[in-house]
């Protein structure tokens, strides 16, 4: 049963660029929920996606935007990055349905942004 | 605004030992408590969750015990060993239909041989 998985796993940027970021869930999840670790603090959440549209945001700007794809698979999307935003970028995805089975989020690895 | 806080900050016991990291809330909407461990490098990994209609919960050597009542949560690891070095998170999720998992500040546990 593959787990969640995120591509790619380091990325170095530039101040002023943007950048992609991609999730694949956990084989039968179709909620995809994405969260910012910044170095020696807990994950923030950004966003959550289910039915290929944005259900609840975080305290992120617009910068930070996102996509579902038919197949469940995610993208994160930063724009005009700042110094700020390198972080470990977590994917997590869980199942929308009744009870705890509902409440349970799968992490991937995550994607270490880098901006200098 | 930090609605999950997390006690103490580092953690270190002896082999055997228990560990015990403790979490407090503010928000009475949370209804779901994961506790999530982080090795470096790798993404947080669910470890145990508890509703707040249970006072405790064990799996194996990990423990949940809730106090609704007081608005806290505690995370016992009974018989430490080195391999439980890592970080530890608790979290929780409110019943309102968001899914969105507000995080502790984390513990970093070291289970000395």
């Known amino acids: 049963d593959a787990g969640v998985t995120q591509s790619p796993t380091h990325l170095i940027k530039t101040r002023g660029q943007q950048v992609t970021l991609r999730c694949s869930p956990k084989?039968?999840?179709?909620?995809v929920s994405w969260y910012q670790q910044a170095l020696g603090q807990g994950p923030q959440f950004i966003f959550q996606y289910y039915e290929e549209e944005e259900r609840q945001r975080g305290n992120f700007p617009d910068r930070f935007s996102g996509h579902q794809f038919p197949n469940y698979s995610s993208e994160l999307n930063v724009n005009a990055l700042l110094l700020g935003d390198s972080a470990l970028y977590l994917c997590?995805?869980?199942?929308?349905?009744?009870?705890?089975?509902?409440?349970?989020?799968?992490f991937g690895p995550g994607t270490r942004l880098t901006v200098t | 605004q930090q609605q999950v806080k997390q006690s103490p900050q580092s953690l270190i016991v002896q082999k055997g030992g228990i560990s015990i990291i403790n979490c407090a809330y503010e928000?009475?909407?949370?209804?779901?408590f994961p506790w999530y461990q982080q090795f470096p490098g790798k993404g947080p990994a669910l470890l145990i969750a508890i509703r707040p209609d249970v006072s405790e919960k064990k799996e194996g050597r990990f423990t949940i015990s809730f106090n609704k009542s007081a608005k806290q949560f505690s995370l016992h690891i009974m018989d430490s060993q080195p391999g439980d070095s890592a970080t530890y998170f608790c979290a929780a999720i409110p019943d309102t239909g968001r899914r969105a998992l507000t995080f502790g500040s984390g513990t970093r546990l070291q289970v000395q041989p």
């Open positions: 928000n009475t909407a949370f209804d779901y």
């Open positions: 084989s039968g999840h179709d909620t």
């Open positions: 997590a995805s869980s199942l929308r349905v009744t009870g705890d089975r509902g409440y349970e989020q799968y």
